[in-house]
T-cell receptor
Framework: EAQVTQNPRYLITVTGKKLTVTCSQN?????MSWYRQDPGLGLRQIYY???????DKGDVPEGYKVSRKEKRNFPLILESPSPNQTSLYFC??????????FGPGTRLTVT | SQQGEEDPQALSIQEGENATMNCSYK?????LQWYRQNSGRGLVHLIL?????REKHSGRLRVTLDTSKKSSSLLITASRAADTASYFC???????????FGTGTSLTVIP
């Protein structure tokens, strides 16, 4: 089954404790992206990757890092999480510029 | 921010009626896509319309695009209770790399 998986689905952590949210897709898509969704703001793009070892900033990259060492994986790293990073996070993949397939989401709470 | 806006923010209709939601955006685009999101879940792609297209149909969905007005509309005909969800438009930048989502329309279809 074609899908995008994210782990963990729910995470509660404390300020400053580094965390990684994993994302994996099995559709051989070149393009992958991370978004955060906040009430009243819709989805905002954090980072995207056009292919292995090619990443670029989206609209709201501050406080986040990504890496793309393999085509199927695109982890999101928060080196020092802060409460304003509490949000619902989505990973997505696609053939470049076309319809995106979204993961189920990761609900992160930073206290 | 280059984020788009949907209008209305919320819409409530009776089953069988048509639902129309609008999207306005700010910059030139490669394509515009519409997505559906059921409460707190991942987004599901509905339809993509390219910048050189004016109208597109898919089942009960009809999308129009007016690039001169930087706006799009999504029409859902003969609505069903199962159509209850939030609907988002997303524009792809000219390069197809960056995506900007609108703030969403919450549709409620009353059985």
């Amino acid at each position: 089954e074609a899908q995008v998986t994210q782990n963990p689905r729910y995470l509660i952590t404390v300020t400053g404790k580094k965390l990684t949210v994993t994302c994996s897709q099995n559709m051989n898509h070149e393009y992958m992206s991370w978004y955060r969704q906040d009430p009243g703001l819709g989805l905002r793009q954090i980072y995207y990757s056009m292919n292995v070892e090619v990443t670029d900033k989206g609209d709201v990259p501050e406080g986040y890092k990504v890496s793309r060492k393999e085509k199927r994986n695109f982890p999101l790293i928060l080196e020092s999480p802060s409460p304003n990073q509490t949000s619902l996070y989505f990973c997505a993949s696609s053939l470049a510029g076309n319809e995106q397939y979204f993961g189920p989401g990761t609900r992160l709470t930073v206290t | 921010s280059q984020q788009g806006e949907e209008d209305p923010q919320a819409l409530s209709i009776q089953e069988g009626e048509n639902a129309t939601m609008n999207c306005s955006y700010k910059t030139s685009i490669n394509n515009l896509q519409w997505y559906r999101q059921n409460s707190g879940r991942g987004l599901v792609h509905l339809i993509l319309i390219r910048s050189n297209e004016r109208e597109k149909h898919s089942g009960r969905l009809r999308v129009t695009l007016d690039t001169s007005k930087k706006s799009s509309s999504l029409l859902i005909t003969a609505s069903r209770a199962a159509d209850t969800a939030s609907y988002f438009c997303a524009t792809a930048s000219n390069t197809g790399n960056q995506f900007y989502f609108g703030t969403g329309t919450s549709l409620t279809v009353i059985p």
